[in-house]
Each structure stands twice: as C-alpha cells, then as structure tokens.
C-alpha cells in the first residue's frame, strides 16, 4: 500500500546551522506534499507545501525540494533557532479531493543553544 | 475567526466501552478530516467527511466510524474499546476540496486513555 518514510527520526543541531529532514513516498499518483510542525503540547500547523509540478519552494528560512523520479523530497531549515524545536511530519497525497492523506512517522527536531 | 474546536479534551474509559468524539470545523470549512496520533504510528488517517458524505477511509477497522452533520460539524465513533485505541486523535478542516486543495487546520486534540 501506499508509504511514506520519513528520515531522521530525530535531530539535534546547533543554533544558526541548517536541519535537513527527509522523506520517500511510494505512491506515483502523489503529487502534493505537505510538511507540518507541531509544537509540544500543540497542534499540527502546515508551515510549507509543494506540488508535483514545482521542484523547489522557498519561504523565508525553510525550503522544500522535490524529485518526482525518485519520489523523494525534503524540508530544508537553515539558520535554526530554538523555536524551530518540534517535530516535522511530511505527507503525501492525491491532488483528487478524494485522495487519501499519508503522513511520515515524524522528526523531532531539537536545536542546541 | 474561531479555529477548529474539539471535545472532550479528555477522555478515560475501559475496554469493552465505546465513544463519541465531537468536531466542529471552521466556520465555512465543509470538509472535516479525523487523525489518530500515537508516539510510534505518528499521525494516521483515520477517515474524511464532506457534505455530511464520507469521501475517503483509511486502513482503520469497522470500529471506528464517523458521520457529519449539516452544519459540517463530525463526530467519530469508536466502538467495543480495545487499548491500543489510546491516543491523541485530532480533527482537521477545510474549506473544499481534499488535503490537497485547501489547507487543513488542526484541533487541538482528544486525548483518549483506555484502561
């Protein structure tokens, strides 16, 4: 069935260094991809999508990169500070409204002072 | 705008037990999607409602189950309560379409303890 693997599961760096996190998808009919950040204690919140027809997207200090062929794509944080600290979910799906929604197991992110 | 509201907060029960969660989504929002979040699993779709019809499931047993009303307001269902069923479970919605077509907004969680 369908899968989404997601790499590391866990991550400390430095304050003011980059956080890279990775994701593999099985599905080929994938082409929207999602990334969430929630916070202890709180909610999921979608901080950056990307869709098939876009190989990279940039909003402030986080990217994300997508490699249709190889069904891989990635969350790039650079200059991380210690509110970057949560835990990251990819996810992958359809672009048909009825397209299920399958979510990576997650990466805690823990930025060092 | 009032985000996505979720109740109980908080829940015990034993095994054998069921339950009913309630969800009531954005104002406008139609599509109202339930998660289950455990540490190991991460997050899993559980099942999506739009126009008080459910459009998509994901791999959860008969034991769970949801419907929505005409107020896009979703409740969903856990029936003959087994331990592996404690969990966070979260809603989310959006104004359409699927994930893809709007961006989801989550509540903040039930937390569900079977003893």
């Known amino acids: 069935g369908e899968n989404v693997e997601q790499h590391p599961s866990t991550l400390s760096v430095q304050e003011g260094d980059s956080a890279v996190i990775k994701c593999t998808y099985s599905d080929s009919a994938s082409n929207y991809f999602p990334w969430y950040k929630q916070e202890l204690g709180k909610r999921p919140q979608l901080i950056i999508d990307?869709?098939?027809?876009?190989g990279e997207k940039k909003d402030q200090r986080i990217a994300v990169t997508l490699n249709k062929t190889a069904k891989h794509f990635s969350l790039h944080i650079t200059e991380t500070q210690p509110e970057d600290s949560a835990v990251y979910f990819c996810?992958?799906?359809?672009?048909?409204?009825?397209?299920?929604?399958?979510f990576g197991s997650g990466t805690r992110l823990s930025i060092r002072p | 705008k009032a985000g996505v509201t979720q109740t109980p907060r908080y829940l015990i029960k034993t095994r054998g037990q069921q339950v009913t969660l309630s969800c009531s989504p954005i104002?406008?929002?139609?599509?109202v999607s339930w998660y289950q979040q455990t540490p190991g699993q991460g997050l899993q779709f559980l099942f999506e409602y739009f126009s008080e019809t459910q459009r998509n499931k994901g791999n959860f047993p008969g034991r769970f189950s949801g419907r929505q009303f005409s107020n896009s307001r979703s409740e969903m269902n856990v029936s003959t309560l087994e331990l592996g069923d404690s969990a966070l479970y979260l809603c989310a919605s959006s104004l359409s379409g699927g994930p893809s077509y709007n961006e989801q907004f989550f509540g903040p969680g039930t937390r569900l303890t079977v003893l």
């Open positions: 996810a992958a799906t359809g672009y048909s409204s009825a397209s299920k929604i399958i």
């Open positions: 104002s406008g929002h139609r599509s």
């Open positions: 990307i869709r098939s027809n876009v």
